[in-house]
């Protein structure tokens, strides 16, 4: 049995030192997208959970799949065949969504503590608690992070101790969100202030040129 007060405890100390070791902000960007984020705020509405999460997930289950449940990432129009099997089929992704955080292990709905650790060990249940049983740091929520090694579960119930997992974690994937869009934040924590629009060249170029003429 997990100590998930102690998982708590372990997640937010990681938060508090953690440094990213691969790129995040591309695949940030597309999450914080307003063209996305109406969408995941529109799940918040009818559920509580914070739009920020469920885009974190969206990414991890399904590489921002639209076609793909949040559940699990299989097609939401059919019945789910991976773990949470049997869900399905839904009218919509924003359906099959709702029914993840509301009716699916481990009922992110029903959470309302969303700070650091709180909220870094509900995504780490949101895959299972099998990282923290072996005493590994979650490559669900850590991946690309100074904080995981290596280590993943190759299928359900199948783990490989040498498999470094390629895709982004959770972790790193909020502290990009949070450079791109301050209203991405854990429950008591100060906003991040935002990184501004680098210009683009020909804008850096109109600009000297500006500044030329202005010195005539």
């Not at 049995?1 to 440094?19: I, P, Q």
Request: a positive charge; charged letters at 20%.
């Amino acid at each position: 049995m997990t100590d998930l007060a102690a998982l708590r405890a372990a997640n937010a100390k990681r938060w508090a030192v953690a440094k990213p070791t691969r790129n995040f902000t591309s695949v940030a960007q597309h999450l914080v997208d307003p063209s996305a984020k109406i969408r995941y705020q529109a799940v918040q509405y009818k559920t509580g959970v914070p739009w920020w999460f469920i885009a974190v997930v969206h990414e991890r289950e399904s590489s921002q799949n639209w076609r793909a449940s949040l559940a699990q990432g299989d097609p939401w129009n059919e019945v789910s065949v991976h773990v949470p099997k049997g869900r399905g089929p839904f009218a919509s992704w924003e359906d099959a969504a709702i029914d993840a955080l509301i009716n699916c292990a481990p009922y992110a709905a029903k959470n309302r503590d969303w700070t650091s650790g709180s909220t870094l060990t509900l995504l780490e249940e949101y895959n299972g608690l099998g990282y923290a049983n072996r005493g590994v740091a979650s490559p669900y929520v850590w991946a690309g992070t100074d904080q995981y090694v290596k280590g993943k579960y190759v299928a359900d119930g199948v783990y490989n101790p040498e498999v470094i997992d390629q895709q982004l974690g959770c972790a790193g994937l909020l502290m990009a969100m949070m450079r791109l869009d301050p209203s991405v934040r854990f429950a008591g924590a100060p906003s991040v202030p935002a990184v501004p629009a680098q210009p683009s060249l020909i804008a850096r170029i109109i600009a000297f040129i500006t500044s030329l003429f202005k010195r005539k």
